[in-house]
């Protein structure tokens, strides 16, 4: 899609901290992390939010994704949280789970 700046960093067109790349997925480090971790989950598929999703697996396998991305951190709590909508605190329209904790 164009102008959706995490199209752009799935693309590679924009630079990000890359953690994983799988078929379905990329996580990158979030640009103004609010927590010492704080990693975004995103659909390579441009899905506008939770709203427009139409496929469980992929968000089961985002979840099982920010799962992994915690264990291999040694998070041993952490929060995972999806905005939705401008109303929920969404800014970027392009679907992505935040995986956030640390010390
Ligand atoms: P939302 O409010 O849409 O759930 O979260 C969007 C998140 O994306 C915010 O936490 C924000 O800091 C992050 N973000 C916005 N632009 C960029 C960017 O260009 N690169 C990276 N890595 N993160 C971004
Ligand atoms: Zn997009």
Redesign the pocket.
Request: aromatic share 8%; charged share 25%; hydrophobic share 45%.
């Given at each position: 899609m164009d102008n959706c700046?995490f199209c752009k960093?799935v693309n590679k067109e924009?630079p990000?901290?890359f953690v994983l790349e799988s078929e379905e997925l990329v996580a990158?480090?979030?640009?103004?992390p609010?927590t010492p971790i704080?990693i975004?989950v995103v659909t390579k598929a441009h899905v506008a939010s939770i709203k427009e999703l139409e496929n469980p697996e992929l968000a089961g396998e985002m979840v099982m994704a920010a799962k992994g991305i915690a264990h291999e951190k040694n998070l041993d709590g952490y929060k995972l949280?999806?905005?939705v909508g401008r109303e929920g605190?969404?800014?970027?329209?392009h679907l992505?789970l935040?995986l956030m904790g640390g010390k």
């Open positions: 700046i960093i924009i990000a901290d990158f480090d979030d640009i103004h609010k704080h975004l949280l999806f905005n605190g969404q800014e970027i329209d992505h935040h």
